[in-house]
């Protein structure tokens, strides 16, 4: 559907078929449209057009989410898909609008396609590296702008590949004209949606609507298991959903994940009758199943490797018992088994997410939509046994009303057809690409950041939870498919598990990770995480269809964020939308449950985004907003050292921060402190939160000194002088300023004057034991942006060394402060802290010595087993959950000694961890050297300086960072006037009577001494009125404000012809016999002619003049124009004079064909009486000119014509058979 705004108001197009929720929610969308104009995010015309590509409400909500693509030119705009999603009071409960601003102006190339579409799938074919076997033909087009066209397959492609024409957005929010293909591969590994410039030819994007899963793994110490002998139950279960009985399975039940957790039983189920109210055989909507085989209305599964095609039958009662033996090979395959299991769990899967909203509406995988909204004919075909690959699986999902697909493999000598939990996996590709943007886009989760995998894998575990379950037990995916076990351990980096030291997994991880798949587990873990933070609020329940426990609202609230979260999500997006979709569905009652769940895994209040197509521009934090206020000052500070910006340390966030000289954000995290402001001193600050569903309301206090600042002297005066003789500039000499330090030195090092993996200068790194571990500076995981010091954790025996620079005490109350985060495995791997005063030759522990922990200290000590290096030291190990502050008070003996510091890093022989960060080292206490100046802008003394204004600024820094500023200017005056030099010029009018020039048309070498600034001219625009020569002062200025001038003279012509136009070639009709008067062509408005000064042109001459009669023949007519300025322009067109046949109706056979009523006021009925077939009339005026030509072939006796919207006055009206004609005259009152 198309909606149009008109400037400020907007008019609703449709007038009928709509429900009252849509039409109100087509309103909201064009008043949240409207909002982008008055923010100036979009103009009134790039709001004036788009299309809803799907809408439906949500059944479990009542939120109406719509999906819109911003349109030009009558084409969608691929990129700028967009929702607005509003609640049943018409209220906006959100919206993301993703248009782009002066769209029109920024299409590139042409509007019109330079290739066919058979020519783009051409290109898009070799793209691909497909072979094309048989000529590309064109099935089906319409005449629509997009030309929707459907192409014959033609051995590229198993289905007929479509393709329309739009817009694809491109970097800068360019746009391109693009065919939009879809190409279901014959391999049927791939089904890519293909976009191919429309006048290249070249491939600018391309999706892949399957979904690979890519399930091999690369852990090395993976044990396989045999298959548990578990005795299959021969008693059927009867689940009672409903009272249409769809038959008997024998599978793997939910929530089994698979042979190794339970044997198969005899499954009579009475499907959900919510779901599939006709059973799981049925199509036609008529209790009774349509098919005996696995085929029904939600899915058709079959086997596609080397019997393809082959389907169960279960009979007319639908019993579906077949053996299995667990080792697959080609003797046994157990086909039937196997396939009862796929389809099975499909129509499980199916009735389940339709439960919690993946329905008909929003989209889901049904033949028959049983009149419940969305398109139909889109059943999942589940191939079991696929043969186009090994140790995988994948799902296709092209838009609502395409087929899907779901592939299984075997793997080796196991059969991932028995992988529940793999294929909910899969079945999960189509629900997170149906839901995400709309059912009509199927290309909303293409970003580096998008979370597909993720939700897959957390879908296969929701539905294979059982009450024993907990949430330190380890889940995995992928056990069976591989033979691994009931405890193997899996195809993802980590176990699915909440405790931290066996899945350490954060948003930082993902910029390491592998997409889609590592990136993915991410997610899940997360998901993970706010499951069970749910499950331990509201408990489990095992009823997943009815049930209130905290696994059930999990599945409501992930399934309802897909269709409110943008398209392209990212991770922030994704929480968001669950916050979002709690609001909507349980009024907002587990915002802090959902938060502590993210938070906990680094996707807190203050994480950070960044753009959804990158893993590694993100941010992760570890905020919520729950609890009361907390709040630990920064430190000290000299007077000098500017604002101090982005400041925190106040918890929950959502507060506000204040005090002398502090600015607060108003984000609820951060503020700024300006230490001059405050002044030299103490200060409290102050951090409150105010109460909500999270927070309690309450204030937390700390302190802030403020030092003597550094004080500066000598500073130079601001220098005034006039240039030295003959130059253009003077000698200045001045004493540089000096300055005074009042502030403790201090050493800093924060990584960030450098560009990774390189380590500041004067910092090294060893490795003691082995080579393994490796010290780097990441930009990533950093406590201050960008960079921290990082040390991974491998599953090895390894030891390294981070070594700071030698940094020389000056205190005995010296500190040694850092920010330290730790990952690691709790007990086994860990870092220590040492330090040395000979230059390495001997290292002791910081507590040997060294110093004591007042804050931030060792949490733990190392295993003597297992080939640890630091076996049985004290040290940081396990997870410190984020940034933790270290302070060492150094040992008062340390003073006056060059000291260095140590990171250790150690791991024994087994188990990873993430690994170590360090970040904002900074030592106390320091030798200061006397404060050092620089010049950093400006000339030296005893130079040249120029005439203007030169600014001479100087840094003076005391040794610990603090830094004072000395600036004055020195100004050279000039004097002396540029000498102006013209020329005269003559300029021509264009198309519009105008002309423009420039002071550089008419300089003819104006000079100066230093140097020309500008150039002006008192007239730049000339137009008709100015034809002639005009008077034109030319003005110069140089850079010191002087300035002359001189005049020269402009003439002005016109050399264009004016722009006429003849009329088109004429036919006109006489009666026999009469003569036919020429008009006066310009008096008609037939013809015209504009010009860029004449106004009106009254020189004219047509030839033949008007009023020339002619007879019955083909004349050339000739019409010439010339304006004032004497520019002439000639056209000529072609006149043909016709003859009528006499007035009277002789030539039909009983003379009777009647008009009437005649005169007539609008209306004229055409009666025939004859036996002739009329085929049309031609109404013509009494100047022969066609007014009106109307079909007549289908006329039976009579016909009506209409004429009400001609001028009165007298007509003809010839009216013609197969073999004669007669003419009759109107009077039109």
């Given at each position: 559907m198309?909606k149009?705004i008109?400037?400020?108001l907007?008019l609703v197009l ?5 429900t ?9 969308v ?7 104009t008055?923010?100036n995010k ?14 439906h409400t949500s059944?479990t ?14 084409l ?8 607005v999603h ?9 919206s993301?609008?993703?248009f782009?601003k002066?769209a ?5 190339g ?5 290739i ?5 799938v051409?290109?898009?074919?070799a ?6 076997g048989?000529?590309?033909?064109v ?11 459907r ?7 198993i289905?007929d590949?479509p393709?329309?024409l ?12 693009v065919?939009?293909l ?9 089904w ?8 290249t ?10 979904t ?8 090395q110490e993976?044990?396989?298991?045999a ?8 008693t059927p279960?009867?689940e009672?959903?409903g009272?249409?009985l ?5 599978v793997?039940?939910m929530p089994?994940?698979?042979?190794y ?18 059973g799981?055989h049925d ?6 199943a ?11 599964a079959y ?9 169960p ?5 639908l019993?579906?018992d ?5 080792i ?12 009862t299991n796929?389809f099975?769990?499909?129509?499980l899967?199916?009735d ?7 329905d008909?509406?929003s ?9 419940n909204?969305g398109?139909?004919n889109?059943?999942?075909?589940a191939?079991?046994q ?16 395409n ?9 080796n000598?196991?059969d991932?057809d028995?992988?529940?939990?793999v294929?909910v996996h899969?079945?999960g590709?189509?629900i997170?690409?149906?839901l995400?943007?709309g059912?009509?886009n ?24 059982d ?11 992928g056990t069976?498919?591989f033979?691994?076990?009931a405890?193997g351990?899996?195809i ?15 948003y930082?991880?993902?910029?390491t990770?592998a997409?889609p ?11 993970w ?15 997943f269809?009815?049930g ?6 999990a599945l ?12 392209n ?9 669950i916050?979002a ?5 349980y ?8 938060w502590d ?8 209040v ?11 521009d993100g ?33 929950p966030?959502?507060g506000?921060?204040s005090g ?6 108003g984000n609820?995290s ?29 204030t937390a ?17 601001d220098?005034?002088?006039n ?14 300023p000096?300055?005074?330090?009042g ?5 800093a090092?924060?990584?960030?004057g ?5 380590l ?5 790194f060893?490795?003691?034991?082995g080579t393994?571990i490796?010290?780097?500076t990441?930009n ?14 491998p599953?090895s025996a ?5 070594i700071?620079s ?12 850092f920010?330290?985060?730790?990952q ?6 860990g870092m220590v802290l040492e330090?040395?005063?000979n230059?390495g ?6 507590l ?11 949490n ?9 290096p ?12 984020g940034f933790?502050?270290?302070?060492v008070n150094l040992n008062a003996a ?11 890093m150690g ?13 904002d ?5 320091i ?10 802008s ?11 204004t ?26 002396i006037n540029?000498?102006a030099?013209g020329?005269?010029i003559?300029v ?10 420039l ?5 003819n070498?104006s000079?100066d ?13 000339f ?17 010191s ?6 005049q020269?003279t ?6 264009l012809a ?6 088109a070639?004429?036919v006109?009709?006489i ?20 010009d860029?000064c004449?106004?009106?042109?009254t020189?004219i001459v047509q030839?033949p ?11 050339t ?22 003859e009528?046949?006499?007035i009277?109706?002789?030539t039909f056979t ?6 009437f009523?005649?005169p007539?006021?609008g209306e004229v009925?055409?009666?025939?009486k ?26 039976e ?11 009165s ?6 009216i ?11 009077v039109?009152?």
């Open positions: 198309k149009t008109l400037k400020s907007i449709g007038v009928c078929c709509f009252a929720q849509a039409q109100f929610s087509h309103k909201i064009e008043n949240e449209l409207l909002k982008l008055k923010q979009a103009t009134v015309k790039d709001i004036s057009s788009w299309n809803i590509t799907s809408e059944s909500s009542g939120i109406h989410h719509l999906y819109l693509r911003q349109v030009v030119n009558g969608e705009i691929l990129g700028t898909e967009s929702s509003s609640m049943s009071d018409q209220s906006v409960f959100q993301h609008i993703s782009i002066d029109q102006q920024k299409v590139k042409t509007a019109n396609p330079s066919t579409a058979i020519q783009a051409q290109k898009a074919a793209h691909l590296g497909y072979v094309i048989e000529p590309l033909s099935l089906q087009k319409k005449n629509t702008p997009s030309q929707e066209t192409i014959s397959s033609s051995g590229i492609s289905s590949i393709a329309r739009m817009y694809h957005r491109l970097e800068k929010d360019n746009v391109v004209l065919w939009d879809s190409i279901e591969s014959i391999t049927k590994t791939e890519y949606n293909v976009r191919v410039n429309a006048n030819g070249e491939v600018v994007d391309k999706i892949n609507w399957t690979s899963c890519n399930l091999t793994h690369s852990h993976d044990k396989y298991f298959t548990p002998g578990f005795l299959e139950n021969e279960v009867l009672e959903y009272a249409i769809t038959g008997s399975y024998r793997i039940a089994t994940e698979s042979p957790f339970g044997p198969r039983t005899l499954e009579t189920t009475a499907v959900n009758t919510t779901a599939s109210p006709f799981w199509t036609d909507g008529v209790i009774g349509e098919f005996t085989v696995t085929r029904g209305n939600n899915v058709n086997e596609d490797g080397n019997n393809s095609g082959f389907q039958d279960g009979g007319p009662t019993v579906f077949f053996p299995f033996n667990p697959f090979s080609g003797g046994n395959e157990s086909e039937s088994a196997a396939i796929l099975y769990w499909n129509n899967i199916h389940l997410i339709y439960i919690y909203g993946f008909e509406a989209g889901n995988f049904q033949s028959n939509n049983y009149g909204g398109l139909g889109d059943f999942v075909r191939e079991a696929d043969g186009s690959g090994t140790c995988n699986a994948n799902f296709s999902t092209p838009t609502d009303g087929l899907p697909r779901m592939q299984m493999f075997i793997c000598t196991q991932g028995f992988d529940n939990l294929i899969e079945y590709h189509g997170s690409n149906r995400t943007g059912a009509g199927s290309g909303c989760l293409s970003g580096s950041e998008q979370m597909g995998e993720g939700w897959s894998d957390w879908y296969g575990l929701l539905m294979t939870m009450a024993s379950d907990t949430s330190t037990q380890s889940r995995a995916v069976y498919l033979g691994q076990g405890g351990p899996g993802r980096p980590f176990p699915y598990n909440t405790d931290m030291a066996i899945n350490p997994q954060t930082d991880h993902i910029k990770a997409v798949h590592g990136v993915g587990s991410v997610w899940s873990t997360m998901l995480e706010m499951t069970w933070g749910l499950i331990d609020v509201y408990g489990f329940d095992a009823d269809y009815n209130t426990g905290g696994n059930n609202m409501a609230l992930v399934t309802e964020a897909l269709k409110l979260q943008p398209c999500p990212g991770f922030v997006d994704g929480r968001d939308a916050l979709a709690d609001v909507a569905l009024g907002g009652a587990n915002q802090c449950t959902i769940a993210f938070a906990k895994r680094g996707l807190g203050s994480a950070i985004q960044g753009s959804s197509a990158s893993r590694s941010t992760e934090a570890f905020d919520t907003p729950s609890g009361v206020a907390a709040f630990t000052a920064p430190s000290d500070v000299c007077e000098t050292i500017g604002v101090l910006t982005n400041l925190g340390g106040g918890t966030p959502g506000v921060y002398p000289g502090v600015t607060d954000n609820g951060t503020f700024s402190f300006d230490p001059e402001i405050a002044g030299v001193g103490i200060h409290l600050i102050n951090y409150e939160v105010f109460a909500s569903a999270c927070a309690t309301a309450s206090s700390d302190t802030i000194e403020v030092f003597e600042s550094l004080q500066v002297t000598n500073c130079q005066a220098i005034f002088v240039a030295d003789a003959g130059s253009c500039g003077a000698v200045i000499t001045f004493s540089p000096v300055g005074t330090s502030c403790a030195a201090e050493y090092e924060n990584f960030d450098v560009t990774a993996p390189s500041p200068v004067g910092w090294t060893t490795q003691e034991v393994v490796t010290w780097t990441v990533s995981g950093s406590n201050s942006s960008p960079n921290a010091a990082f040390a991974n954790n599953g390894n030891l390294s060394s981070l700071s030698p940094i020389a005490i000056a205190s005995t109350s010296a500190q040694l402060l920010k330290n985060n730790y690691t495995e709790s007990g086994f791997d330090f040395t005063i230059a030759t001997t290292w002791n522990d910081i040997n010595g060294g110093g004591t922990f007042s804050s931030g200290g060792y733990g000590s190392l295993s003597t087993c297992c080939s640890n630091l076996p049985g030291r004290a040290a940081w190990t396990g997870s410190s959950g933790v502050d270290t302070v340390l003073d006056g000694q060059i000291v260095q510091f140590r990171w250790r791991s024994d022989s087994s188990v990873t961890g993430a690994g170590v960060w360090l970040d080292v900074r030592v106390s206490g030798f200061s050297p006397e404060p050092v100046t620089t010049q950093i400006g000339l030296a003394s005893g130079s040249v300086f120029p005439v203007g030169t600014i001479n600024s100087f840094e003076i820094e005391d040794g610990s960072g603090n830094i004072a500023t000395c600036t004055f200017e020195v100004t050279v005056m000039d004097n540029p000498v030099v020329q005269n003559t021509s009018l264009d198309a519009n009577g105008l002309v423009t020039i002071p550089f048309d008419v300089d070498g000079s001494n230093c140097s020309i600034d500008t150039m002006a001219l008192d007239i730049t625009n137009a008709c009125a100015d034809l002639g020569p005009n008077t034109v002062t030319l003005t110069v200025t140089d850079g404000g002087n300035s002359n001038a001189t020269v402009v003439t002005v012509e016109d050399t004016p722009v006429l136009t003849c009329p070639n004429q006109v009709q009666v026999q016999g009469e003569m036919f008067t020429i008009p006066d062509y310009f008096d008609l408005g037939d013809a015209s002619a504009i860029n004449t106004n009106p042109i020189n030839s003049a008007a009023g020339t009669e002619f007879p019955e023949g083909i004349y007519i000739e019409i010439t124009v010339t304006d004032a300025s004497g520019n002439e322009v000639t056209c000529d067109f072609e006149l043909e004079v016709e009528l046949l006499s009277g109706d002789q009983n003379q009777s064909v009647v008009l009523p005649n007539t006021s009925t055409i009666l025939n004859s036996d002739e077939v009329l085929q049309s009339v031609v109404i013509t005026d009494v100047n022969g000119r066609i007014i009106r030509i109307y079909d007549l072939s289908a006329m006796n009579q016909s009506v014509i209409l004429l009400n919207d001609i001028a006055g007298l007509y003809f009206a010839q013609y058979s197969e073999n004669a004609s007669v003419v009759k005259r109107i039109k009152k």
